[in-house]
């Protein structure tokens, strides 16, 4: 029995059921890449390309430490690069999987394509001591912090 009626695009869900993933969304197609695409000109493949990649940034006190889902792809597959002295850019391509003309698809929700985030760094980034490592699908990039600059002070005798 259908909850919500087929008014709203024909879709059949049972609002109850948790695990529905088809219940009619009124801001549907609004926000998507495609959306976005038409209103600026650019496919829904460029806007996706900045929106695949999750990064987690963090500061210590002795590093700006980035780290990145990158589930399948190998570290030949990912690019980490510096520009302009203070952008750190992580780019790469995830292939998209060979169709075969019998399969039958039932859900596509991994994305495939190109991807690139940038960060721009603040002054106090060592952008020529960048480390990045690959383990179990994520990506760590470290970049070290000049040490903070404390002021000298010079006690002056005070005569008289």
Known sequence: ????????????????????????????????????????????????????????WKETPEAHV?????????KEEVKVEVEDKNILQISGERSKENEEKNDKWHRVERASGKFMRRFKLPENAKMEEVKATME?????????????????????????
């Open 1 to 56: 029995m259908s909850l919500v009626p087929s008014l709203f695009g024909g879709r059949r869900s049972n609002v109850f059921d948790p695990f529905s993933l088809d219940a009619w969304d009124p801001f549907e197609g609004f926000f998507t890449p495609s959306a976005l695409a038409n209103a600026s000109g650019a496919t829904a493949r460029d806007i996706a390309a900045f929106s695949n990649a999750r990064v987690d």
């Open 66 to 74: 980035f780290k990145a889902d990158m589930p399948g792809l190998k």
């Open 136 to 160: 179990n699908g994520v990506l760590t990039v470290t970049v070290p912090k000049a040490p903070e600059k404390k002021p000298e002070v010079k006690s002056i005798d005070i005569s008289g």
